[in-house]
């Protein structure tokens, strides 16, 4: 089972994700709180994934993120958020969150979210893509250079982080191994000095490698 624990201001809304969530076979929300109660709850349930609302008023959503992200062993944790613009997806993800998802995500799509989040290969919503590819500045030359950097088989990895692959669902692809393509991924976020596959992804994307 997947162990989520959702933190959200709004009770309506944390009731409404647990129950969505809980009818997967796989998902158990094991605890709801608001900001302030998040980091106690989060290291006495200890979950796997983290869905965490950006803005709140008892706490900033990125500070929280900050802190969660610090906790030894910490859950990946995914940004839950009305909001998709290009000033918090450039911080959430710099500060190593493992998705953004919207509010009105679909039900089904946000279980798969969760999955994917689970594994490490994170997920970002698809307004938040179509903003990626429509307003936000190509990589740039530290970018293209690190991107230049990769072997054919990384930049092949690359493009399939970009989509938002398992390294299962990678290794199917080219036929590789789950250790094998662990080491390619591995590989790929070191060249790129970034800290996890969402912010590969996103470097991808401004350079213009995701179809």
Known sequence: MIRVVVVDDEALIRSGLAMI???APDIEVVATCSGLEALAVIQRDRPQVVLLDIRMPDVDGLTLLRRIRALPD???????TTFDTDEYLDRAIGLGA????LKDTEPELLARSVRAVATGAGCLSAPVLRRLRE???K???GGDEAIGALSERERQVLG????????????????LG????KDYVSAVLTKLGVANRIQAAVLAERAGLIE
């Open 21 to 23: 969530l809980n009818t």
């Open 74 to 80: 910490g859950p990946y944790v995914a940004m839950l």
């Open 98 to 101: 493992g998705g953004f998802l």
């Open 135 to 137: 307003s936000a500045p």
């Open 139 to 141: 990589a740039g030359r």
């Open 160 to 175: 399939f982080l970009g989509h938002g692959l398992s390294n299962i669902e990678i290794g199917a692809r080219m036929h």
């Open 178 to 181: 789950a250790a094998t393509v």
